[in-house]
């Protein structure tokens, strides 16, 4: 069935090294791929996404890229800051448009 | 509003008892999801309202819980005779109609419902 993997539940980093988070999909058919952020006590936030006809998108401080071979996803934050700090979820849109969640991996950034 | 806004944001009942949770989506977005997160843990997909389109309840976990969208804007979930293992945070999002623009879904801040 549908479903969407973390390889590791909780990343501990450095404050100013680089973070990279891992998510594997199943779903060979998902055209589109959405990371979130979640902190404490709130719903989750968009980080960035990407279409499947892309492997690699870049934002503000975050890269997003996506191996279609292997069906692997991953996030990547540079000079991660303190306020890096939260729970991060890939999503892939399925057949019928609606988001699949993975489990979640918790970014700890030390100071 | 500016945001997907829930209410309550804590709910305490008792076991066998009906709670209702409501979420108001961001103006103008067409399409409705609302997905049920357990401590620790990812967010599960319960319902999802797209325009005047028959809801995708392939997620609702049994016949207790039910949700409506009431003028394609404000929706109700409900879950009757709660058990304890309902206890969970329930999370709203909304979005404009997918498109070449992308997916984005806007997240409340969630209803935390604890079922003694």
């Known amino acids: 069935g549908e479903s969407v993997g973390l390889h590791l539940p909780t990343l501990s980093v450095q404050e100013g090294d680089n973070s990279i988070i891992n998510c594997a999909y199943s779903n060979s058919a998902s055209d589109y791929f959405i990371w979130y952020k979640q902190e404490s006590g709130k719903g989750p936030q968009f980080i960035i996404d990407i279409r499947s006809n892309m492997d690699k998108r870049q934002g503000q401080r975050v890269t997003v890229l996506l191996n279609k071979t292997v069906k692997h996803l991953s996030l990547q934050i540079a000079a991660t800051q303190p306020g890096d700090s939260a729970v991060y979820f890939c999503?892939?849109?399925?057949?019928?448009?609606?988001?699949?969640f993975g489990q979640g991996t918790t970014l700890q950034v030390k100071p | 509003g500016a945001g997907v806004s829930q209410s309550p944001s804590n709910k305490v009942t008792e076991k066998g008892k009906d709670v209702e949770l409501r979420c108001d989506p961001i103006?103008?977005?067409?399409?409705l999801y609302w997905y049920r997160q357990s401590l620790g843990q990812g967010l599960e997909f319960l319902i999802y309202?797209?325009?005047?389109?028959?809801?995708?309840k392939s997620g609702l976990p049994s016949d207790r819980f039910s949700a409506e969208r009431t003028g394609g804007s404000v929706s109700t979930l409900t879950i009757q005779r709660t058990q304890q293992e309902d206890s969970a945070v329930y999370l709203c999002?909304?979005?404009?109609?997918?498109?070449?623009?992308?997916?984005?879904?806007?997240f409340g801040p969630g209803t935390r419902l604890t079922v003694l």
């Open positions: 999503a892939e849109r399925g057949n019928t448009g609606k988001l699949i």
């Open positions: 309202f797209q325009g005047n389109s028959a809801p995708d």
């Open positions: 103006s103008g977005h067409t399409a």
């Open positions: 999002a909304s979005s404009r109609i997918p498109g070449l623009a992308g997916y984005e879904q806007f």
